[in-house]
């Protein structure tokens, strides 16, 4: 069978709505309405006004427009890249603070085609200019203190942190955007930013995720860097925590040298390894429970002081809440005005509330932590990001040590870990942190949250990391000695841990994501309490229902997963007595589930959880004979054979052909060996 194994995380791409990335996908597809041509066509046309408020407002009015509506076709047709780029360098600061919201917003929602069409159109040559004036400005004496910033919005610091997110956007979509990066030498320019973390944590925060994106897999980078660099991170990612912010930040930083330990001195690596894993465990510490419930009440408290405030200084006033009625009622300049001060944000900007920020950048920090984790544990191909494992039990080991994207992607090698990170990752007590995580969001911070509109995004970000702990602690699982994990008794609680989690959701089908990230960790638990012959967790009536539940997944990962999950215990089952009839409904299965499956990727796995399962044992040979396991082989062999060589060139990579070449191999030898136990039982 084969080993578990994990995806490479990387950054999702920043939505303002959390639906702008659907919402183009539906623009691409030509389903806008033509009458978004009209707003967009004013607006475009308004950016050449010689008033620079007028461009200001059609910059804010674009910002708004790529997240309310599938409008990118009608702004790529009408150039608008390049009729916002010039504007990264309009005279005026707001001009040029609104103009980079616009891009930002736009490289957001219009993913990695709008983005390569970006880098197309050149907006990196005023792009990297503005960064480059900006690092200027921060050196010169006519940079607004950071006191002040508030009272002047336009601060080149402002304009820094737009501009980083539109360059942190591009590079994410776009090798072309990376490589203007390194040969322009912008990696100096955005350090220099960082070096504003004791005053500016919003900029050092955005910093840090670009360089989390730039610095990975760019070998063309690391040739650049210098102890200055080094330096640089090395004060960020040690700076003190004076609030949940700094603590993503150190978490980026961390993960921004994690990428770079290749060019840190190997005198240095168990030093570097071991600050990294320090800063992880310290945010996975934080019970985000019980900060979203203390956040909560502050928020609360803090809202309720407010209105006392205003009232009483309205009470000293002499003015009464029937005065301020009649007010209203008599004259409208007054309403507008107090609504306009009580609304003065940015509409590019997040939420400003205090209590909202923190506890969102703490969800955002041990996601990234459990990311990090995850990506330490994997030894990949750069252009791997998303694959199954598909393996075959024949001879064959250099088969069984590769996996395979289901879209094609490269062969990565074995998994395994360095001593220093071994070393690291029990030292600080790395397992037990992410077991933590694995529970569900508590009953009383999802109420509170769904109580609020502007808390209730939270939920869906508290799953995120419950779904990332559990694909970590996979990881872990696969990676770890059983004496590392806490010994035969962790791996039985947390066996019934799992279990607990997937059968206290009878509707756990519906939650994709979850399914897939529960599924993984199963079924690396469960291969490593089978080699090391500890009992299995689920009872055959669990097994069957994850199983019918998963293989109707669209996910092939999800498939591949409950197929290996029923062949790893069915191979146990099949060693042991009064089995017999699990054995028949496991062999129905993986035959139902070969002959049907749309997917090869799945189908080879059923085959090869076959030939595990019925290997050996007396009781797997009566099953077998049972279920008539041999004429159902014979007569889906040469289907089998027929798709492989009809599908396979066009569906799949050679190295998947080559493994599917061995399933159908070892499917030939199994017949063989099938024949000689049905002869022997019925003779």
């Known amino acids: 069978m084969g080993k578990s194994r994990t995806k490479r995380f990387k950054r999702p791409q920043f939505s303002p ?37 007028v461009r200001e407002c059609a910059c804010a009015g674009l910002a708004r427009l790529v997240q309310q509506r599938p409008v990118l076709p009608s702004l790529a047709r009408r150039d608008a890249v390049r009729q916002l780029g010039p504007l990264l360098l309009d005279p005026s600061l707001a001009v040029r603070e609104t103009a980079a919201g616009a891009l930002r917003n736009l490289s957001a929602c219009g993913g990695f085609e709008v983005c390569d069409d970006m880098v197309t159109k050149d907006v ?44 942190w956007n591009i590079c994410e979509c776009s090798s072309r955007a990376v490589s203007i990066f390194n ?15 004791p005053t500016n944590v919003d900029l050092a925060i955005s910093v840090a995720y670009c360089l989390q994106t730039v610095t990975e897999d760019n070998p063309e980078l690391l040739k650049s860097l210098s102890a200055t660099t080094l330096h640089g991170l090395e004060c960020a990612m040690l700076c003190p ?24 001195p190997s005198k240095s690596q168990a030093e570097i390894i071991n600050a990294v894993l320090k800063i992880l465990s310290e945010v996975l510490q934080v019970d985000a429970m019980e900060v979203v419930i203390q956040m909560k009440e502050g928020e609360a408290q803090r809202i309720k002081m407010v209105a006392e405030t205003e009232e009483a200084l309205e009470h000293a006033d002499g003015v009464t809440p029937s005065d301020l009625l009649e007010d209203e009622e008599m004259e409208e300049t007054p309403r507008k005005r107090k609504v306009r001060r009580k609304t003065f944000t940015s509409d590019l900007l997040p939420p400003t509330d205090k209590e909202l920020r923190e506890t969102t950048a703490l969800l955002a920090a041990q996601q990234t932590a459990l990311e990090i984790i995850v990506n330490m544990c994997c030894s990949e191909d750069p252009s791997d990001d998303e694959w199954e494992e598909l393996s075959s039990s024949d001879e064959s080991d250099a088969f069984m040590e590769t996996s395979f994207s289901e879209n094609g992607g490269q062969l990565l090698t074995p998994l395994c870990l360095s001593h220093e990170i071994h070393t690291a990752l029990t030292n600080y007590l790395i397992p037990k942190k992410v077991f933590e995580k694995t529970a569900f969001p508590n009953s009383a911070v999802v109420d509170a949250c769904s109580k609020s509109p502007t808390w ?3 939920i869906k970000k508290m799953n995120t990391i419950q779904c990332r702990a559990l694909v970590c602690l996979q990881s872990l699982v696969s990676l770890l000695d059983v004496d590392h994990l806490g010994g035969a008794p962790a791996l039985q609680t947390l066996a019934q841990h799992l279990a607990e989690l997937l059968f206290s959701q009878p509707d756990f089908a519906e939650h994709p994501d979850f399914l897939e990230a529960i599924s993984s960790a199963l079924r690396a638990l469960l291969q490593t309490m089978a080699s090391n012959n500890l009992p299995q967790c689920m009872t055959p009536e669990q097994l069957m229902t994850l199983c019918r539940a998963g293989i109707g997944s669209s996910n092939v990962g999800v498939r591949v997963n409950v197929v290996s999950i029923s062949g790893i215990t069915g191979s146990v089952l099949a060693k042991e007595g009064g089995t017999l009839e699990t054995l028949k409904t496991i062999g129905c299965f993986l035959l139902e589930v070969a002959g049907k499956d749309p997917s090869l990727v799945v189908a080879g796995e059923a085959l090869d959880a076959l030939f595990d ?12 004979v049972q279920i008539k396991l041999l004429s159902a082989l014979k007569e889906f062999q040469p289907i089998f054979k027929t798709k492989i060589r009809k599908e396979g060139r066009g569906k799949y990579s050679p190295d998947q052909l080559c493994v599917l070449d061995n399933v159908k191999m070892n499917l030939r030898r199994f017949i063989a060996y099938q024949e000689t136990v049905e002869k022997r039982l019925t003779s």
């Open 241 to 264: 925590v004076s609030s949940m912010e700094y603590i993503l930040l150190k978490t980026l930083v961390a993960g921004t040298v994690w990428n770079l330990k290749d060019v840190i």
């Open 17 to 53: 709505t959390g639906n702008c990335q659907a919402e183009a996908a539906g623009a691409a597809n030509g389903t806008e309405d033509e009458e978004d041509d009209g707003p967009a066509a004013e607006l475009l046309e308004k950016l050449q006004h010689p008033s620079a408020e």
């Open 124 to 167: 990196m040559t005023p792009l990297v200019a503005l960064l480059k004036e900006c690092a200027a400005g921060l050196d010169s004496n006519e940079m607004s203190p950071q006191e002040k910033k508030d009272q002047n919005r336009n601060s080149v610091e402002s304009i820094a942190n737009e501009a980083v997110n539109v360059l």
């Open 183 to 197: 040969k322009e030498g912008c990696l100096e320019i955005v350090l220099k930013y960082l070096s504003r973390f």
């Open 613 to 624: 399962v019925f290997a050996e044992g007396e009781e797997a040979e009566r099953a077998s």
């Open 456 to 458: 209730k995004p939270l």
